[in-house]
């Protein structure tokens, strides 16, 4: 097939997600047509069958703000008529499903051109849910050709928000091969010199990440015990964090590390993975972690406890609640064998539930049916 993807360049889950999934149909001999403003983060190398279209932005004084949704569903079409797309792949919904639709409809005298949606869940939780926005994200879903969503929770989400239930879940997947328990002496050495336990907490430091609570846990845990935290990523939040981090007395055991390209690297000079968020539609960082035999302390919230079994391949706390997030983790530094555990069934899980061989075959199969073949 010739696949047409959209995805936000920057450092987030569905990113991610968009950019592996069209290295992983390129592997099994699909063309893929990355269709973006910038090269994605995880597109490290672009060959025949990997191909980037850079969205070019028009510079009009009249506009105040330049119109990308009109300049994304041009490229589109032309894409699509230059290469003979078969269908067209976005993920997140506003505004890549509009874009995708007027590109579609743009075309529709002479070339089908089928539109496929993700939801990653911002866009249906936060985005979707505004109701200003409600109208257009619930057009984007009737009008989409076929749509996904990523977790069992995240297509409830989208039923209550806008009564549309047309949706398969296609959860988010890992690489076993990629992503496998290694010792990085050396990274590990140079994160915790004194050879303290490592905790690790990846995301793009917005609010509902709550990054400032990886700190509050790591405060209380040093009561009890050494550690470090290790914190991968950048965004809002991050000067919060650091300073909070200098009020609590704990800054010399907290490193920042900022944006990482090769974030299994600190996954596996970890020991355990921090995850408070007040709300992930799926938690990518956690079954990362997971298939590297890192367990994970997470929260209670949306498709989480789809992920990690508590108790089993981590603990999963309510929202806020830092004082049982700090026990979980002392539980887990002080205890080896419980760490290493609850690691392989971690491993086992990810591997035998979200592994690429298992998940992108049923992208492919979704294709197939909305193609009608």
């Known amino acids: 097939m010739n696949i047409g993807i959209t995805v936000y360049p920057t450092y987030g889950g569905s990113g991610i997600v968009g950019s592996e999934l069209g290295k992983e149909l390129a592997a099994r001999g699909h063309t893929v047509h990355f269709i973006s403003s910038a090269l994605p983060t995880r597109l490290t190398e672009l060959n025949e069958r990997v191909r980037f279209h850079e969205v070019e932005m028009m510079s009009y004084p009249l506009f105040e703000h330049q119109p990308y949704t009109l300049a994304l569903a041009t490229k589109m079409s032309t894409v699509a008529e230059s290469e003979k797309l078969d269908l067209l792949h976005v993920h997140y919904a506003i505004p890549h499903s509009i874009s995708a639709i007027l590109a579609r409809e743009s075309i529709k005298a002479h070339q089908r051109l089928p539109v496929i949606t ?27 050709d076929g749509v996904t969503a ?26 076993p091969d990629e992503y496998k328990p290694k010792i990085d002496c050396d990274l590990r050495n140079a994160l915790s010199p004194d050879g303290a336990p490592v905790m690790v907490h990846v995301s793009n430091f917005r609010p509902v990440k709550r990054p400032v609570d990886c700190v509050e ?15 991968v990523g950048d965004g809002s939040e ?79 706390s309510p929202v806020g609640d830092v004082d049982q997030m700090a026990d979980n983790a002392l539980r887990l530094l002080s205890d080896k064998d419980l760490r290493r555990q609850m690691g392989r069934h971690a491993r086992a899980s990810a591997t035998s539930r979200y592994s690429t061989d298992l998940i992108i075959p049923r992208y492919i199969e979704f294709y197939k049916t909305v193609l009608g073949h």
């Open 118 to 144: 993700t939801l990653h869940g911002t866009d249906i939780t936060l985005v979707g849910a505004d109701r200003s926005y409600l109208p257009i994200t619930r057009y984007a879903l009737e009008q989409s």
């Open 150 to 175: 990523i977790s069992n929770y995240l297509k409830q989400a989208t039923i209550e928000h806008f009564q549309f239930d047309r949706i398969e879940v296609i959860p988010n997947f890992v690489c």
């Open 217 to 231: 846990i790591l405060a209380r845990v040093l009561k009890k015990t050494k550690a470090r935290l290790v914190m």
């Open 238 to 316: 991050r000067t919060n964090a650091i300073h909070r981090a200098r009020c609590l007395g704990v800054a010399d055991n907290c490193v920042f590390v900022g944006k990482q390209p090769r974030i299994v690297d600190y996954l596996c000079a970890s020991d355990i993975l921090l995850l408070p968020s007040e709300q992930e539609s799926f938690g990518l960082a956690a079954l990362e972690a997971m298939a590297v035999q890192v367990p994970v302390i997470a929260t209670r919230v949306g498709g989480l406890p789809e992920v990690v079994d508590d108790g089993e391949t981590g603990f999963l």
